[in-house]
């Protein structure tokens, strides 16, 4: 009999939302359109056209998609989408509310340089409906605190590390993003699924598409249960 590929790895949870024309993206982003090129019936063989933005459905953003001189998606070091992660636990808060540094009290001695920070605010569960836009976020003053103690990854399971405003502007602008990808760090934007982390220190992957020069890619984020 043979044993698992990885045998410290006893199971793969899958943290992405399906990708197709009915996924929803940030407002006025591009929406996806995934039609056939080719055809079994038709050509032989089943190719298909796939037209989106880079920062559809569960994707990584790279400083350069706030920041004019800052790295490419292609051109960040790998360890950035690739080791334990920390998921704190923030569900059952109202729309619009800001995470504070207070709120990550119960995870900020395990945070640190090599380490994700992934937040469970739950609202996955909103997903394809107008209140998957009225997710929590991130307050600035937070984000810059997780960079300080050297956290360079951070994900979570809304559209938006940032309050998303349909109208006019927030009152805290970019300023999540701009603290992350100003310190050379990525964000991880429409995770899912996160419930299903069992493990106290998941090992997650966010490998992004090798775009040339892209701002973010799509990525088949998983976190692996592995054995301690
Ligand atoms: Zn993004």
Same mark, same amino acid.
């Given at each position: ?7 410290s790895?006893r199971?793969?949870?899958? +943290? ?7 996924t929803p993206v ?6 996806? %359109? ?10 032989g ?16 953003d ?16 790998? =360890? +950035?989408?690739l ?7 923030l ?14 009290a119960p995870?900020?001695? %395990?945070l640190?340089?090599? %380490?994700m +920070? ?7 569960a ?31 399971d809304?559209?938006s590390l940032? =309050?998303?405003v +349909?109208?006019? =502007?927030?009152?805290g ?7 992350v ?7 991880? =934007? ?17 490998l ?6 892209a701002?973010g ?12």
């Amino acid at each position: 009999m043979s044993g698992p590929l990885v045998p410290s790895v006893r199971g793969i949870v899958d +943290l992405s939302h399906p990708l197709d024309d009915g996924t929803p993206v940030y407002p006025g982003d591009p929406v996806a %359109r995934i039609e056939p090129a080719t055809t079994i019936e038709e050509h032989g063989y089943n190719v298909l056209h796939v037209r989106m933005g880079s920062q559809t459905g569960t994707h990584v953003d790279a400083p350069f998609h706030f920041l004019e001189d800052g790295a490419r998606i292609d051109e960040l070091p790998l =360890e +950035l989408f690739l080791g334990p992660a920390v998921v704190a636990d923030l569900r059952g808060r109202a729309p619009r509310t800001p995470i504070t540094w207070a709120d990550l009290a119960p995870v900020a001695d %395990r945070l640190g340089p090599g %380490r994700m +920070l992934l937040l469970h605010t739950g609202w996955d569960a909103h997903w394809g409906t107008d209140a998957y836009f009225a997710h929590p976020y991130l307050d600035g003053d937070a984000a810059q605190r997780l960079v300080d103690a050297g956290v360079r990854t951070i994900g979570l399971d809304a559209l938006s590390l940032d =309050e998303t405003v +349909l109208d006019g =502007e927030s009152a805290g602008g970019f300023a999540a993003h701009l603290a992350v990808l100003g310190a050379g760090g990525v964000i991880v =934007e429409n995770l899912r699924n996160l419930s299903s982390v069992t493990s106290a220190e998941p090992v997650v992957s966010v490998l992004p598409l090798r775009l040339t020069g892209a701002d973010g890619a799509p990525v088949r984020a998983v976190a692996f249960d592995v054995a301690g």
